[in-house]
């Protein structure tokens, strides 16, 4: 099958062409920071707008990159949730219209089964990790581990309490003065600081337990920023003082969840999934155990229409559809969703 894949839950406009024989055809996204910037995080009605603005022409490219006609898909995949509903109506809306009009079945996405999915888009088939394994999920207001028994059956194990790992990342980061979006301009400035200078608490680690909780360890880099002479070199270390204490506790959790799943494998996706030193300690975390850990891309770690149009597929060819209505979910629990 040849599958429209459309993903606007938030703040990214993003459309690919997948095709189930031939893999990933063509993919394109358009990002919104230069708009939201000036207000310092997403704005609903003016991400919604820009949605409206943006998709078609990123359809027009995309169909025309992948060296296909529109008449030849087969299908059209969009995220249906969670995200902005505003943002959601804009997807669900191009989509369910294409697919009327184009007469093939279209079908909602999960926003973070498309993430979780999305290390299966390995062009080798051997590299593809195939369930049972792990997921930890960070992307976005999501921090979860997920338990993924078959595709389309999943169990969670943990999440976060309060704010998401990307959450802290982006917070912690304005409140040291760093530009919107803070978590990319965090970790890079981590790059140059020293490690250990300034040491924060890996968050419930020191319990039993698989969930998160990261606003204690925003609020101790707080106090640390506020009481130090805030110079670059000090601003350099604490971000690496935090990102040390994120990357940590997420390891950490992540072998709890491989030790209560049974499993060697993991899959990380998400946004926070293409920070250089979270790879680089969960790889050494799955070496130790003789498993292995597998990642997206880094150019699909961040919302994009190639996972939404991947998801989608498996599910199309499965047999999966629904109806024309124009529907969204922008709360939707994951483990609600049936196997494929």
Same mark, same amino acid.
């Given at each position: 099958?040849?599958?429209?894949?459309?993903?606007?839950?938030?703040?990214?406009?993003?459309?690919?062409?997948?095709?189930?024989?031939?893999?990933?055809?063509?993919?394109?996204?358009?990002?919104?920071?230069?708009?939201?910037?000036?207000?310092?995080?997403?704005?609903?009605?003016?991400?919604?707008?820009?949605?409206?603005?943006?998709?078609?022409?990123?359809?027009?490219?995309? %169909? /025309? $990159?992948? !060296?296909?006609?529109?008449?030849?898909?087969?299908?059209?995949?969009? #995220?249906?949730? =969670? +995200? @902005?509903?505003?943002?959601?109506?804009?997807?669900?809306?191009?989509?369910?219209?294409?697919?009327?009009?184009?007469?093939?079945?279209?079908?909602?996405?999960?926003?973070?089964?498309?993430?979780?999915?999305?290390?299966?888009?390995?062009?080798?088939?051997?590299?593809?990790?195939?369930?049972?394994?792990?997921?930890?999920?960070?992307?976005?207001?999501?921090?979860?581990?997920?338990?993924?028994?078959?595709?389309?059956?999943?169990?969670?194990?943990?999440?976060?309490?309060?704010?998401?790992?990307?959450?802290?990342?982006?917070?912690?980061?304005?409140?040291?003065?760093?530009?919107?979006?803070?978590?990319?301009?965090?970790?890079? %400035? /981590? $790059?140059? !600081?020293?490690?250990?200078?300034?040491?924060?608490?890996?968050?419930? #680690?020191?319990? =039993? +337990? @698989?969930?998160?909780?990261?606003?204690?360890?925003?609020?101790?880099?707080?106090?640390?920023?506020?009481?130090?002479?805030?110079?670059?070199?000090?601003?350099?270390?604490?971000?690496?003082?935090?990102?040390?204490?994120?990357?940590?506790?997420?390891?950490?959790?992540?072998?709890?969840?491989?030790?209560?799943?049974?499993?060697?494998?993991?899959?990380?996706?998400?946004?926070?999934?293409?920070?250089?030193?979270?790879?680089?300690?969960?790889?050494?975390?799955?070496?130790?155990?003789?498993?292995?850990?597998?990642?997206?891309?880094?150019?699909?770690?961040?919302?994009?229409?190639?996972?939404?149009?991947?998801?989608?597929?498996?599910?199309?060819?499965? !047999?999966?559809?629904?109806?024309?209505?124009?529907?969204?979910?922008?709360?939707?629990?994951?483990?609600?969703?049936?196997?494929?």
């Amino acid at each position: 099958m040849k599958v429209l894949g459309i993903e606007t839950s938030c703040d990214e406009t993003g459309v690919a062409v997948y095709d189930t024989a031939a893999g990933l055809r063509a993919h394109a996204v358009y990002s919104q920071i230069e708009l939201h910037a000036q207000y310092g995080g997403v704005v609903p009605e003016l991400a919604s707008r820009d949605h409206v603005r943006k998709l078609l022409p990123l359809i027009r490219q995309t %169909l /025309a $990159e992948s !060296g296909m006609g529109i008449d030849e898909l087969d299908g059209v995949a969009y #995220t249906a949730g =969670p +995200g @902005l509903v505003g943002a959601l109506l804009v997807g669900a809306g191009v989509a369910r219209s294409l697919a009327w009009a184009l007469d093939v079945p279209a079908i909602g996405v999960h926003h973070m089964e498309g993430h979780l999915l999305a290390p299966l888009m390995e062009d080798d088939p051997r590299g593809r990790p195939q369930p049972p394994f792990v997921a930890l999920l960070v992307s976005g207001g999501h921090t979860q581990l997920v338990a993924v028994d078959a595709i389309g059956q999943y169990r969670l194990l943990g999440e976060t309490l309060d704010d998401a790992a990307g959450e802290a990342f982006d917070k912690t980061a304005k409140l040291m003065g760093l530009p919107y979006p803070g978590g990319p301009q965090l970790a890079a %400035l /981590a $790059e140059h !600081g020293r490690p250990g200078v300034f040491k924060f608490a890996r968050p419930m #680690t020191d319990r =039993p +337990g @698989l969930d998160f909780s990261f606003s204690g360890l925003k609020t101790q880099v707080l106090l640390a920023w506020q009481n130090s002479d805030r110079s670059d070199a000090t601003r350099a270390n604490i971000a690496r003082g935090f990102e040390d204490a994120v990357v940590d506790t997420l390891a950490i959790k992540c072998e709890r969840a491989l030790d209560a799943a049974g499993c060697g494998t993991l899959v990380v996706a998400g946004g926070v999934g293409a920070n250089r030193r979270l790879r680089a300690k969960l790889a050494q975390m799955a070496e130790r155990r003789g498993g292995r850990v597998s990642f997206p891309p880094p150019a699909l770690c961040t919302d994009n229409g190639a996972m939404i149009a991947f998801a989608g597929a498996l599910r199309l060819q499965a !047999g999966q559809h629904e109806d024309a209505s124009v529907k969204v979910t922008p709360r939707w629990d994951m483990e609600t969703l049936t196997a494929v």
